[in-house]
Every structure is written in C-alpha cells, then in structure tokens.
C-alpha cells in the first residue's frame, strides 16, 4: 500500500483550500454541478475553480491555471476529459497541491488505452506524493460542520451523522447517498473510491479509523486491493481498540481470476464468493446483501448500544407482527428472553388478565398507549433481557406519535444501556412518530422482521468484540527437511504435481494421521505389501496423467484376500488403459482400508492476491456440487478453526444426526493446524487437497486416504 500521511490524507477530508479544475459555466455539466455542491454545502474553507476559457463561474473568478492561484491548495478535484487529466496533475504537483480527486472518468474501466493512462496518473501521484482518489469516481463529503464539503456531484449534502461510507461504485454511491438522505440518515463522510489507482479501502479505513466523527463504517466493494493488509486493519478497527467500530460490507462482482484452470478441488472451489466470506468473517466485518440491509443495522451500530447478549423481549399489540419478529430474530441467532417471575408477575398486573404473558409479550389489539411505557419498562429492568424491539401495528384508536412518547419516556426515565429497537407501522405516515423516537436515537424499522435482523448483527458483532482470543497451535514434531526434499525430488524430476506416495511422505512427515501404504509394481509385490499391511486393502493407480483416479477405474476398495488382490490388480490396469490409454503408470499405490467415517476435504490455495488460503468442508466425490466449504486465511488460531468446521452447513453431519455417534472434531481441528503451519512454511506448495480426510467417531482420530499436491 502506497503510504501517505495522515496529513495528507487530511488534505483530501478536511481541506483548508479546493480548486476545482474543470469547474465550468455550462449548465448540467459535471464540472459546474461539483462546483456549486461545493458552494452550496456550506464549505468552510476557500474554493478556486479553475478554467481558462471562464472570468468567472458562479460568480467566483476563475484562474486560468491551477499555478495561477495566489494561494496554497490542499485539494484539487479534477473534472477534465480523461486525455488532459495527466498534464493538470502534473500542474498539480508542481504546484504542491497535497490531494487530488479525480472524478474524470475513461481510464482503466475502458480497456488498454485508458489503463495506460490511468498508469501515467498513478506516477506523476506518485512521484508528487500526491494522494489521489479516482480515477472515474463520484468523489468525497465531509459533514464535518468545521468542513462541510461535498466535492462530488451527486445531489444534495447528506444529514450530519456518525456512519462513513465508502463506495467502490460511483452509481452505487448516488442511489446510496439519496437513500440515505430519504431516510433521514447522517454520514459523517463519503468516499467514492472509484478506480483506485491510487487510494483503497484500506487507505481510507486507516484514517477513518482515527476518525472521532465516525462510528461506523459502511463498505461496497467490488474488490479487495489487499485483502491480507485489510484484514490486519479490519480486525483491528473493529475489536482491537478502544474504540471499536464496525465495518459493513456489500460485495459485488469480480471473483478471483484463474479459478477455472484450477486442478485440485481447493483451486476450484477459492475462485468463489466465499473467499470474500471467509476474509470478511475472520476480520469481523459484518457482510450484507443489500443498500436496505446496509442502512438498516448501520443505524442500529450508529445510534444503540451493543446488546450484551443475545436474549430479546419483543414487545408487540398485534400477535403476527411478533411471530415474524421471532422468527427473524431466532433464525439470525437471537433467543427469546425467559422473564424473571418479577417481571412476569408485573407483566400479568399490566395487562388484561385474560392475556398468557409471555415472549413475544402481546398486548393484543385492546388500545392502550399507555402500554407502551409501562411494558417496555419492565422488560428493559429484566435481566435476563439483552435488548427489545417494540412493535406497533396501526389502530384506528391509538395515536402513533403518543406511542412513540411512551417508548422514549420508558427507554429515558429507566436509564437503559440496552438496545431498544422500534417498528412503528403507520398505514399512511409514520414520519412524525419517527421524529420523536429520533430525539433519543431510537431507530425505527417499517417491518418487525428488519428490526430482528438488525438487532441479530448488533448480537453477532457483540460476539465478535468478545471473541476469546486464542494462538495458532505450533507443531514441532516436524520433519520440514524431509518435506522439502520430497518437493525438490520432484522439482528435479520437472514434476509440478507430487505423485501419490510422495504427497502422503510429505504430509506424514507434518505428523498427519496416514493409513498404511506401499508403492509397488507388480502383482507379487503388491500381495507381499498387502501381507504387510494386512487385509482388507485398497489398491489406487499411480500415474501423473490421471488426477481424479475413482473416475478411471483406478481405485479398487475393500479388498480381501490373495486372490481378490490379483483380480483387482489385474482388472484396475485394464480399466485404466481403457479409459486413459495413454496415462503414464509409475506403480500401484496400496493402501489400507477403512471402514466407515465421515469424508471431509482439507485444502490449501495459495492466491496471488490473498496468500495461503485454508479450505475446509465436506468432502468425497460431490465437493464441487455440493459447495459446503469455508475458507480463511492461513495461519488460523485455534479459535478460527473450530469456527472454520463449525460453519458448514453440513456440520450436523459431523456432530452426530439421526442416532449416529458424533465424529471426532478434535482430530479435524489438529489436521488444521497443521496445514496452516505447512501453509506458512511449504511456500512452494500452492494447491494442496487432502480429499477425503476420513473422520471417524469421535476418540478414534482421522485418516488422511488421498493427497494431491501442486507445487510452484
Ligand atoms: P480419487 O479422488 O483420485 O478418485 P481417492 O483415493 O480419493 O481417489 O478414492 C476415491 C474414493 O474412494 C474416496 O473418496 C473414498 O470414498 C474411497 N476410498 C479411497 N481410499 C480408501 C481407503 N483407503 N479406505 C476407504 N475408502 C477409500
Ligand atoms: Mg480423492
């Protein structure tokens, strides 16, 4: 990452001056839209728009140059057509200008010519210090009334607010902006990042970080530019300081590259989304799907406080809007407080006797304002309660206004420090309700379902912060020289991919737990290392052409005795000379059989751009189709891995489903932890499958049964 000074970057969020080059007279042109969001949104510092053809736009004299103004410039944002945005920047470092942002679009999102000109900004940013936002963006706000700048030329300047956004699409950051704007909801500042030539999100997160305005961040991203320099900064911004914000994220688009071409079940499967899924989970960073989702838990970070646990009181007058909270809130991971026999005891005096207290505590139908003080009070003093979503469903007979009253007097007069989330449902206009439980920073949600949802990310993050921390396991019953000779043996042999005995050798010298095998030739040697071994056995082809050996015929199971040996032996290379006529064959791998167990796959994926990549899922011949596999960064604390096997959807399978004994989860784990520590040390190695790693039931270990290992 390109590194630049906090007062650099303070120069592009809270300059002391602007010129905007490209300011213009003509109507509807961007260049004369940013120059009056600049005038027009109050800003504090002294602007210059800059053109030569121009006396003056807007009023304001115009220079004919950036060199021309007879002041020091702190930023300059740039609306010039992209083939002359080069030589203004050039103007722009000879003249000191400390920030640019580029909002001209025609560079690299237009192919080779305009990649070429975009290289040609990112040196002359570059050889100025410049640091330099865009190419092709929307621009910056800052709130900030000591700032009060909206350099973009999206419409309007956002509310005052305490939520950042950064926005990789500038379209997206329009609809973004003016869904904000509707709702009502203030940003501290606004970032459109554009092509990022110069300036990424992790830039930005390092100074919003330090960013006293700002308590939560939100993300739309296309790409990471360093996802392991994002997730050292993302981990940290959201749980490691004293201040912790958190970070949402929508990401869209653009997966890996390469990922087709990939030979091994790891290397397919990493080119997908679930990368994104596993960096955001292991840096804390809460992901959504939609700008709805986006705004509707950033409210909740920005204006209540983090619930300390996950047991809610739902407070509702119509029974169905409690059922769908409940369902929300149960499938997000929320659990419906049990009230202590006070509170229940105070909830029966409150309401109508003929009502069974409970949570969902329904205050049915029956028009009671007053309701909503005394049972939000109760609940809130109950502590068994974590946090409370309250719901009104419109009735002709109570006024949404009076309701809202209620809820802020209970939530004020008690002294709350939990999370109070509404859903004031008006047929027409809940607007002046909404008012009112904005005085407390009460945020209101049209549906109870998103209430729930929100509340459930509040929960997760909670988690998060209060994660235990652990360390990354260390092996030291290691024999890495042996490892690494077995990778140069094969270097020297001019083979990328290790042949089967040599993948087992190099995982069993990392103390992985390995079935018994021998590599033969012939049918005789083959029944003596079957006596070695002992029946039953297994006999798989051994051949650098032939990478999914089941498919061939080139894996016999179950073997039994001398002469089902000689059968399969002789029956497994007819197979595969049928079916791959012209595979080179080195020998017969044979191998011990086992009986029963769960299949799982354990991978390793080093990605140009991530680094080493751990997969974990359930595993056999269906991992394409079936998709049930997590990733995280290598290496991984202990702690990551057992939330790593916890988070397939399969993991039932492996706890024990329909009478069946649990399987054993620890020897997952300690397979892990060794593969992230050969991760880190087997740099060579960038695609690794143990497919399938068998696990058996629980106390009985795992075994490794197939290995492919590819190395650079
Ligand atoms: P490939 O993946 O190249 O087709 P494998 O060695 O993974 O070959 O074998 C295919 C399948 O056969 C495995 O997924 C597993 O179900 C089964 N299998 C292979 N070896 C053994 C063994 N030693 N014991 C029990 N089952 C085995
Ligand atoms: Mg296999």
Excluded at 455 to 465: G, K, N
Excluded at 530 to 546: N, Q, R
Excluded at 638 to 665: A, C, T, V, W, Y
Aim: with cysteine; charged share 25%; net charge neutral.
């Amino acid at each position: 990452m390109t590194a630049h000074t906090r007062e650099t970057l303070k120069a592009l969020f809270a300059p002391k001056s602007v010129a905007v080059i490209g300011a213009s007279t003509k109507p509807d042109s961007l260049g004369r839209v940013v120059f009056k969001n600049i005038i027009f949104s109050g800003y504090t510092g002294v602007v210059y728009p800059v053109n030569p053809k121009a006396h003056s736009i807007l009023g304001v004299k115009a220079y004919p140059s950036v060199v021309d103004i007879p002041d020091e410039i702190d930023l300059a944002v740039i609306i010039v057509p992209a083939v002359a945005v080069a030589s203004v920047l050039d103007e722009c470092g000879r003249k000191g200008v400390r920030a640019a942002v580029i909002i001209s679009a025609g560079f690299k999102e237009i192919g080779e010519e305009g990649a070429r000109r975009e290289a040609e900004l990112q040196q002359i940013a570059q050889r100025y210090g410049i640091a330099m936002l865009g190419p092709n963006c929307l621009g910056i706000i800052n709130t900030d009334p000591s700032v009060s700048l909206n350099a973009t030329f999206a419409p309007g300047m956002p509310r005052q607010g305490n939520i950042a956004f950064i926005s990789q699409s500038g379209a997206l950051g329009v609809a973004a902006l003016e869904y904000a704007q509707r709702q009502k909801i203030g940003l501290s500042k606004f970032v459109s990042i554009g092509n990022k030539a110069d300036l990424h999100e992790n830039h930005l997160l390092e100074y919003l970080k330090d960013d006293p305005l700002t308590d939560v961040v939100l993300l739309y991203v296309e790409d990471l530019e360093d996802p392991q320099g994002f997730h050292r900064l993302a981990t940290e911004i959201t749980s490691e300081r004293p201040k912790k914000i958190p970070i949402l994220a929508i990401k869209s688009g653009r997966t890996l590259e390469g990922a087709k071409a990939a030979t091994s079940h790891t290397g397919a499967l990493a080119g997908s989304d679930e990368v994104y899924d596993s960096v955001f989970m292991q840096s804390g960073v809460l992901r959504v799907e939609t700008i709805e989702e986006l705004f509707d838990y950033a409210v909740a970070f920005a204006q209540q406080p983090l619930p300390k646990g996950n047991r809610i009181a739902i407070v509702t007058n119509a029974g169905g809007a409690g059922i769908l909270a409940t369902d929300a809130a149960v499938r997000y991971g929320l659990q419906l407080a049990s009230f202590t026999p006070e509170t229940a005891q105070k909830l029966r005096e409150l309401l109508p006797p003929t009502v069974n207290v409970a949570n969902p505590v329904d205050m049915t139908g029956e028009p009671n304002e007053q309701r909503y003080d005394t049972i939000v009070r109760t609940v809130l003093a109950d502590p068994n309660v974590d946090g409370v979503i309250v719901i009104a469903a419109p009735h002709i007979l109570m006024s949404l206004e009076n309701i809202a009253r209620n809820i802020v007097r209970a939530v004020q007069e008690t002294h709350s420090d939990k999370p109070v989330l509404a859903c004031l449902m008006a047929v027409t206009d809940a607007r002046p309700a909404i008012e009112i439980l904005e005085t407390i920073n009460i945020p209101n949600y049209s549906f109870p379902e998103r209430a729930a949802r929100a509340l459930a990310a509040m929960a997760r993050y909670r988690d998060w912060v209060h994660r235990p921390r652990t360390e990354y396991r260390i092996f030291r019953d290691i024999q890495i020289e042996r490892a690494r000779e077995l990778i140069a043996q094969a270097k020297r042999d001019g083979r990328r991919v290790l042949l089967e005995p040599e993948a087992h050798d190099l995982l069993k010298a990392y103390g992985f737990p390995m079935l018994k095998y021998r590599l033969v030739r012939t049918e005789d040697e083959g029944l003596h290392a079957a006596h070695e071994i002992g029946y039953p056995v297994v006999l798989k082809i051994v051949s650098p052409d032939i990478v999914h050996k089941f498919d061939v015929g080139g894996v016999k199971l179950n073997i039994q005795n001398d002469t089902e040996l000689r059968e399969s032996f002789r029956q497994m290379l007819t197979d595969v000379t049928r079916t791959k006529p012209n595979a080179r064959i080195v020998g017969v791998f044979v191998q011990e059989f086992i009986k029963g167990g769960k299949e799982t796959i354990l991978g390793l994926k080093r990605d140009p751009l991530f680094g080493p990549l751990l997969m974990f899922g359930l595993g056999g011949i269906y991992v394409e189709a079936l998709r049930d596999v997590t990733f995280r960064l290598a290496p991984v604390r202990e702690l990551g891995i057992q939330r790593m096997i916890r988070q397939i959807r399969g993991f039932k399978i492996l706890e024990g489903f329909r009478g069946e004994p649990p399987s054993d989860i620890d020897a997952i784990a300690e397979c892990l932890a060794r593969l992230s520590q050969l991760a880190t040390q087997m740099e060579e190695i960038v695609e690794l499958d143990i497919n399938p790693l068998i696990v058996l039931e629980k106390g009985h270990g795992a075994r490794v049964v197939d290995a492919r290992i590819v190395v650079a």
